[in-house]
């Protein structure tokens, strides 16, 4: 298995532009999350989805962010217009939850490493 | 709410010192407990973990037991090397989550020759 597929593996924009993460999850998993990772306040969930439905969105910072999940094999985030607090390090993780409680570990990507000049 | 405490880094330990990384959690149901290890550029990866009180979880020399009377999750390693500096993370995940973890902040490890 190819584990969980993210791109581009680094983006330098500058403010104001749009920007836009990709990610795959491994095959046959149904929770997919998105999560941001600084130095300042660690590793923060923006947001996951099960079946492709957004349950919790509570951790998406701004209206600028936005996420979406079209199917099982695809997710992307985007931020409009990006500004450089944004600068981060974006991961992508998911799971299943096929084989029941307790739930299977997470599973993340190399991660997105996102430089707003 | 659910949380996780680790305790606070950077730690710095020489070549085969005895490691232990301390883990604490509060939840309001019977958790799955997990110990992620994160290598530098990477994403994190899940290290070992435990699903039931007592159960021991166990890999690549590290160890950690599930104490549910202290709520504890507690990292060990008997001789650490230098390809073990990394950041580890402590975690939990409840049924009534939907899937969820909660994370500690992790705690960074510096093993020198």
């Known amino acids: 298995d190819a584990g969980v597929i993210q791109s581009p593996r680094h983006e330098v924009t500058e403010m104001g532009q749009e920007v836009t993460l990709r990610c795959k999850p491994i095959s046959g998993h149904d929770y997919l999350f998105w999560y941001r990772q600084t130095m300042m306040r660690g590793l923060e969930l923006l947001i996951y989805f099960n079946n492709n439905v957004p349950i919790d969105d509570s951790g998406m910072p701004e209206d600028r962010f936005s996420a979406k999940m079209p199917n099982a094999s695809f997710s992307t985030l985007k931020i409009q217009p990006s500004e450089p607090r944004d600068s981060a390090v974006y991961f992508c993780?998911?799971?299943?939850?096929?084989?029941?409680?307790?739930?299977?570990?997470?599973?993340f990507g190399p991660g997105t490493r996102l430089t707003v000049l | 709410g659910d949380s996780v405490t680790q305790m606070e880094g950077p730690v710095t330990l020489s070549e085969e010192a005895f490691l232990t990384i301390n883990c604490t959690y509060t939840a309001t149901g019977y958790p799955s407990l997990f110990w992620y290890v994160q290598y530098p550029g990477e994403g994190l990866q899940l290290l070992l973990k435990a699903t039931k009180a007592d159960d021991k979880g166990s890999n690549k020399g590290f160890e950690a037991t599930y104490r549910k009377e202290t709520t504890s999750f507690h990292l060990e390693k008997g001789s650490v090397q230098v390809s073990d500096s990394a950041v580890y993370f402590c975690?939990?995940?409840?049924?009534?989550?939907?899937?969820?973890?909660?994370f500690g902040d992790g705690t960074t490890l510096t093993v020198k020759p």
């Open positions: 975690a939990l995940t409840l049924n009534t989550n939907a899937g969820k973890s909660t």
């Open positions: 993780a998911s799971s299943t939850s096929k084989t029941g409680f307790p739930y299977n570990e997470q599973f």
